[in-house]
């Protein structure tokens, strides 16, 4: 399968431990999102990185929340000190360029 | 912000036309976008519309950008049971950033 995958799918987690997640992108495609999506939502901009370098970040990403993509493939995405709020399930996308995204499966993360 | 509004629900009976509205604020988008998700599932891009573009049509489905009003509709021709899930209008916006709908839920009756 070429397609997005992300790991682990579910991620169940104490609040205050911290967690993170990966993602392996479509290979050569150099521009990859993360974003959360809560029930009855749409998904919401985090993050967004052009090879290795993380271009944009959504007011939504506080301080707990930090993405890295050292090679310009894989990226993670680690949250500190988790809180209830948290919960959510975490999307990752890739795109060869402006204009298409490709999802993943996403990590559901339940933070108790 | 950018803020991409749609209507919750939608049930239409198999073998009808089923017709899903999303309004947008941001008139520089460039792309338009309908992902379909279905449940436990990511997001399936079904297809999209280029700004300069009033129409598209892809087999089944019809796109229509009204860039006057901010008005973007997916149309399913003959929907059928499989096509059940929650559908989202996304807009690109400045910079990179896509903005998602809240998405219509979609139910088909037999």
């Known amino acids: 399968d070429t397609g997005v995958s992300q790991d682990p799918r579910h991620k169940i987690t104490k609040r205050g431990q911290n967690v993170t997640f990966r993602c392996d992108p479509i290979s050569e495609h150099n521009r990859l999102y993360w974003y959360r999506q809560t029930l009855g939502q749409g998904p919401e901009f985090l993050t967004y990185?052009?090879?290795?370098?993380?271009?944009?970040k959504s007011r939504l990403l506080s301080d707990r929340f930090s993405a890295e993509r050292p090679k310009g493939s894989f990226s993670t995405l680690e949250i500190q000190r988790t809180e209830q709020g948290d919960s959510a399930m975490y999307l990752c996308?890739?795109?060869?360029?402006?204009?298409?995204?490709?999802f993943g499966p996403g990590t559901r993360l339940t933070v108790t | 912000g950018e803020d991409v509004e749609q209507s919750l629900f939608l049930s239409v009976r198999e073998g009808d036309s089923s017709v899903i509205n999303c309004t947008y604020t941001d008139s520089s988008s460039t792309y338009l976008y309908w992902y379909k998700q279905e449940p436990g599932a990511g997001l399936q891009l079904l297809t999209y519309?280029?700004?300069?573009?009033d129409m598209k049509q892809d087999q089944r489905l019809t796109v229509l950008l009204n860039k006057k009003d901010k008005h973007l509709s997916l149309r399913i021709a003959d929907t059928q049971t499989g096509d059940s899930a929650i559908y989202f209008c996304a807009e690109i916006g400045t910079g990179n950033q896509f903005y998602f709908g809240t998405g219509t839920s979609l139910t088909v009756i037999p």
């Open positions: 996308a890739s795109s060869p360029k402006l204009g298409e995204q490709y």
């Open positions: 519309i280029f700004s300069n573009m």
């Open positions: 990185f052009q090879n290795e370098a993380q271009l944009e």
